[in-house]
């Protein structure tokens, strides 16, 4: 079983930029497609992106070109870089993995998750 923990939430002005880590224990990052989904509260949880084993990225239109994932495996993290913020991206942000070499967006896909960041935008 893989243990994953996000960091990185916080409160941010619109327009502005945070970086959420998630770090990986019980297998290496490589080794796993990873995902990052959030939830607002009173809606249902949002696939946001996800890197594949061999490194491609994906995002959903509400984030592309503002938000970009990464990785990296001598810390054994995967980041999600949020830019330009909007109030419409506040949610609880988690991340997932899978040992699937391409990960899709359906959260039934992934084998393990985070306990979540916060991320709030104000206007």
């Known amino acids: 079983q893989v243990q994953l923990v996000e960091s990185g939430g916080g409160l941010v002005q619109a327009g502005g930029s945070l970086r959420l880590s998630c770090t990986a224990s019980g297998r290496t990052v490589d080794s796993l497609s990873m995902a990052w989904s959030r939830q607002a509260p009173g809606k249902e949880r949002e696939y946001v992106g996800s890197i594949s084993r061999g490194s491609a990225v994906y995002y959903a239109d509400s984030v592309k070109d503002r938000f970009s994932i990464s990785r990296d495996n001598a810390e054994n993290t995967a980041f999600l870089q949020m830019n330009s913020l909007k109030p419409e991206d506040t949610a609880v942000y988690y991340c997932?993995?899978?040992?699937?070499?391409?990960?899709?967006?359906?959260?039934?896909?992934?084998?393990?998750w985070g306990q979540g960041t916060q991320v709030t935008v104000s206007s």
């Open positions: 997932a993995s899978t040992s699937s070499y391409w990960p899709k967006r359906a959260a039934e896909s992934y084998e393990d």
